[in-house]
């Protein structure tokens, strides 16, 4: 069984800068597909990206496309996300969670237990 553990989010000003990691547990991470998803108040929960096992695929919500990176390393068993020209409706809690499916926003077996990110205006 996978455990997920996110960290560092926060309060950041509009168009600033954060950065998101996941730590997981289980010696198997490298097998899995991993994402990120974010759920706003009142809102249901949406994708926002994931990143095959290699690294070598990606695959981002158009919403976030051209200002989040995703990035993980294997060795560190973590994945990344790099939040840039944030906006105030950037503001929800983001999950990453864990896949044995292919890189895309449906197939999520484990789920972290969130981080919060603030966009104030």
């Known amino acids: 069984q996978v455990q997920l553990v996110e960290s560092g989010g926060g309060l950041v000003q509009a168009g600033g800068s954060l950065r998101l990691s996941c730590a997981a547990s289980?010696?198997?991470?490298?097998?899995?597909?991993m994402g990120w998803f974010r759920q706003a108040p009142g809102k249901e929960r949406e994708f926002v990206t994931a990143?095959?096992?290699?690294?070598?695929?990606?695959y981002y919500a158009d919403s976030v496309k051209g200002r989040f990176t995703i990035s993980r390393d294997n060795a560190k068993n973590t994945v990344y996300l790099q939040m840039n020209s944030l906006k105030p409706e950037d503001t929800a809690v983001y999950y990453c969670?864990?896949?044995?499916?292919?890189?895309?926003?449906?197939?999520?077996?484990?789920w972290g237990q969130g981080t919060q990110v603030t966009v104030s205006s």
């Open positions: 969670a864990s896949s044995e499916m292919g890189v895309g926003p449906g197939g999520y077996d484990y």
């Open positions: 289980g010696p198997t991470f490298s097998i899995y597909t």
């Open positions: 990143i095959s096992w290699s690294g070598g695929s990606t």
